[in-house]
């Protein structure tokens, strides 16, 4: 049995390991969230820590089971395509704020042997491809859209994303924002009742699917596409102009929006007006609480989120992703200033 | 030296010499065991409970409509399983009419006809099949048997079979049809490792004497197979398990979509695959319990599954002690 003495040495020892332990542990900050994101973030994470020896963790499990963290409080911060709505934010404990990091663009690819033009869709033709009203590919509605081409008469199988998504919430969106029968007989969200089609689970489940099955028209995050080298259809904005889905456009299209993001940085930048505007895009977030209790952590919270809207931005091009406008930045540093810790407001530092 | 009667001397009520002391050995030894047969127990039951507790909400709002609502609408917030279990039912079902012959029939080869070396050999080759990954089987099911299916199979269905229901619509190459039969590859060395064993420890007095009574090796073969119809019967409810909860590989090729049909060429989802679909991704507290109470009803489903499995094996025994154990 051992001794008193010895056990209270043993105590003692223990509870100075878990007191410098908690004392290392304010070094590594915690997040969870989207997966579409992850590439980037993956890299952000890396060079942070490079810089300022700052650890991050960060878990891709899914847009909702981030907010569901960042509701729990298990993470210092969360990652979602899908902003919160105004239910899910009266939801939190406290209140969250939006972060948009960089932008995304949803794009149609398709497989259609024999077809060796683009292919050229309207928002009418889109809607009524997923409605499953428009089924065949020589349908004259598409023919007429696609004039001088001759198209198949094979079958169209539509695929969209088995699992909940944002690359769903971003494209439900658009056709809930192009065709008022989606708005009413589907709506938009991160998963819907999908009228008609098949599913494929995360955006290399559809790409698999486009690939294999001729006939197939799927939505992608533009980056798979461009790695599957899948043919992709270029859709008409809401200003009339066929434009091609690439980075530009997609800079375009938040920047369409800015006036609206100004106000509420969760608007939805689907369906922008701005000539060269690709019309299926989407912001992704971080979610942080405005308050921390903990000053270290939301110092560090606040420098990476700092340097990440700044310095950040400049790795988003090369994996493919939309680097945000800087009318866009300004609102960000707007929200950052917001940020506080125990009701005292934190200096922002500037990156 | 032999003695007036026999005595073993391994009987039942030799025992250790009991230690004097506070704690005999074999108490701790039955204690320690029947701690442990009982955390099996309340594992299982720990499960229920969770699961019960998880879907209470979906259950308070749904009541029974949840097992036969054809709508599942995260935008509306309302859920009905009956796609799921038809689905589940269904890839289980075409599973096992596949499995089940080759199982049975590859063991029956296997124990009885093929030379010893031969049959050793294909009966690894058959089991590695049970060490692949699910994954795997989806993979493959996705990139060389949906091509198969579209170009070949399915077309041929079509074409002969098409005034059926079941064989109407268009050769996409996923589907119902595509995730029955991987599933079917995936079950059939459980059927036919447990058969093998099954018609291995029949006694060969059975296929013996049917044969000194004049039969052909087929007959003496249906006689074994009669016997042993317990047992088999029990690999093939294992196989039945494994096939209703196989998740990864269905959800690769089966499709995902939500709506019922009688066509085995169209897609479906099973309650595994939505489960894995969805959970993840899932918010608001309705949706989670609906995804919870999805999981409830699988389990409650292999439990009935089982349930009617023993029975029928039960039945099959009737007063038949000397054929293979259904234990």
């Known amino acids: 049995m051992p001794s008193t003495k010895s056990f209270a040495r043993l105590a003692a020892t223990l509870a100075a390991l878990l007191v410098v332990a908690g004392a290392a542990g304010a070094q590594t900050l915690t997040g969870?969230?989207?997966?579409?994101?992850?590439?980037?973030?993956?890299?952000?994470?890396?060079?942070?820590?490079?810089?300022?020896?700052?650890?991050?963790?960060?878990?891709?499990?899914?847009?909702?089971?981030?907010?569901?963290?960042?509701?729990?409080?298990?993470?210092?911060?969360?990652?979602?395509?899908?902003?919160?709505?105004?239910?899910?934010?009266k939801d939190m404990p406290r209140r969250v704020l939006h972060i948009p990091t960089v932008a995304g663009a949803v794009v149609l690819a398709y497989d259609l042997p024999g077809f060796n033009g683009t292919l050229h869709l309207t928002p009418e033709l889109v809607a009524g491809i997923y409605l499953g009203k428009i089924t065949s590919w020589n349908d004259r509605r598409i023919v007429a859209a696609n004039p001088g081409v001759s198209l198949p008469a094979a079958p169209i199988l539509a695929v969209h994303r088995s699992d909940g998504s944002g690359t769903t919430n971003i494209f439900t969106s658009y056709l809930a924002a192009v065709s008022t029968a989606w708005k009413e007989l589907v709506g938009a969200g991160t998963s819907v009742s999908w009228p008609s089609g098949v599913g494929g689970k995360g955006n290399d489940g559809v790409s698999g699917v486009v690939k294999q099955t001729p006939g197939a028209i799927g939505y992608v995050e533009l980056a798979y596409a461009r790695q599957n080298q899948l043919p992709i259809a270029l859709v008409r904005n809401r200003a009339g102009q066929y434009v091609e889905p690439s980075l530009a456009s997609t800079v375009a299209a938040v920047n369409g929006a800015a006036a609206q993001l100004a106000k509420d940085?969760?608007?939805?930048?689907?369906?922008?007006?701005?000539?060269?505007?690709?019309?299926?895009?989407?912001?992704?977030?971080?979610?942080?609480?405005?308050?921390?209790?903990?000053?270290?952590?939301?110092?560090?919270?606040?420098?990476?989120?700092?340097?990440?809207?700044?310095?950040?931005?400049?790795?988003?091009?090369?994996?493919?992703?939309?680097?945000?406008?800087?009318?866009?930045?300004?609102?960000?540093?707007?929200?950052?200033?917001?940020?506080s810790s125990g009701g005292r407001r934190l200096v922002a530092v500037k990156g | 030296m032999s003695s007036g009667h026999l005595t073993t001397p391994w009987s039942a009520s030799a025992r250790p010499v009991a230690r004097r002391g506070p704690v005999h050995p074999d108490d701790v030894y039955r204690v320690v065991l029947q701690a442990l047969g009982f955390a099996v127990l309340a594992v299982a039951a720990l499960i229920v409970v969770e699961c019960a507790r998880g879907a209470a909400p979906s259950i308070r709002a749904f009541g029974w409509h949840f097992l036969v609502g054809t709508q599942w609408d995260p935008i509306a917030d309302h859920y009905g399983a009956l796609p799921y279990v038809w689905g589940t039912l269904v890839t289980s079902g075409i599973a096992m009419l596949l499995a089940v012959p080759i199982g049975v029939g590859a063991s029956a080869f296997l124990a009885e006809l093929a030379p010893p070396a031969i049959g050793e050999g294909v009966a690894f080759v058959i089991e590695l099949l049970a060490s692949i990954p699910s994954i795997v089987?989806?993979?493959?099911?996705?990139?060389?048997?949906?091509?198969?299916?579209?170009?070949?199979?399915?077309?041929?269905?079509?074409?002969?079979?098409?005034?059926?229901?079941?064989?109407?619509?268009?050769?996409?190459?996923?589907?119902v049809l595509n995730a029955g039969i991987v599933l079917a590859i995936m079950v059939v060395p459980t059927v036919t490792a447990i058969s093998r064993q099954i018609l291995r420890s029949m006694p060969r007095t059975m296929n013996e004497a049917a044969l000194a009574l004049g039969a052909t090796r087929a007959e003496a073969l249906a006689v074994t197979l009669d016997a042993a119809r317990p047992g088999i019967l029990g690999a093939v409810v294992l196989a039945l398990g494994r096939a209703l909860g196989e998740t990864m590989a269905v959800t690769m090729v089966i499709g995902n979509s939500s709506r019922i049909s009688l066509s085995l060429l169209a897609p479906g989802a099973t309650m595994a695959s939505?489960?894995?679909?969805?959970?993840?991704?899932?918010?608001?507290?309705?949706?989670?319990?609906?995804?919870?109470?999805?999981?409830?009803?699988?389990?409650?489903?292999?439990?009935?599954?089982?349930?009617?499995?023993?029975?029928?094996v039960l039945w099959a025994v009737g007063g038949r002690r000397d054929v293979a154990g259904a234990a």
């Open chain 2, 274 to 312: 939505v489960i894995a679909n969805e959970f993840t991704e899932a918010t608001g507290k309705l949706y989670l319990a609906s995804l919870v109470e999805i999981a409830l009803v699988l389990f409650v489903l292999t439990l009935i599954v089982n349930a009617l499995a023993r029975l029928l």
């Open chain 2, 137 to 175: 089987f989806g993979v493959w099911g996705m990139f060389v048997l949906a091509p198969w299916l579209r170009s070949a199979l399915e077309p041929w269905l079509i074409a002969h079979l098409g005034f059926l229901p079941l064989f109407q619509g268009f050769p996409f190459g996923l589907g």
């Open chain 1, 32 to 89: 969870a969230g989207a997966t579409f994101p992850y590439p980037l973030y993956s890299k952000w994470f890396d060079a942070y820590h490079e810089k300022k020896g700052v650890e991050i963790n960060y878990q891709a499990i899914g847009s909702g089971a981030g907010i569901q963290q960042v509701k729990a409080g298990t993470v210092d911060f969360g990652a979602s395509d899908a902003a919160l709505s105004d239910a899910q934010l």
């Open chain 1, 265 to 339: 940085v969760r608007a939805p930048i689907v369906n922008s007006a701005s000539p060269d505007a690709w019309p299926i895009a989407g912001l992704t977030f971080l979610l942080v609480y405005q308050d921390t209790k903990d000053a270290t952590r939301a110092r560090q919270l606040a420098d990476f989120l700092d340097w990440a809207i700044h310095d950040g931005q400049e790795y988003a091009e090369a994996l493919e992703y939309a680097r945000l406008p800087d009318a866009v930045v300004r609102v960000n540093e707007a929200t950052l200033k917001l940020l």
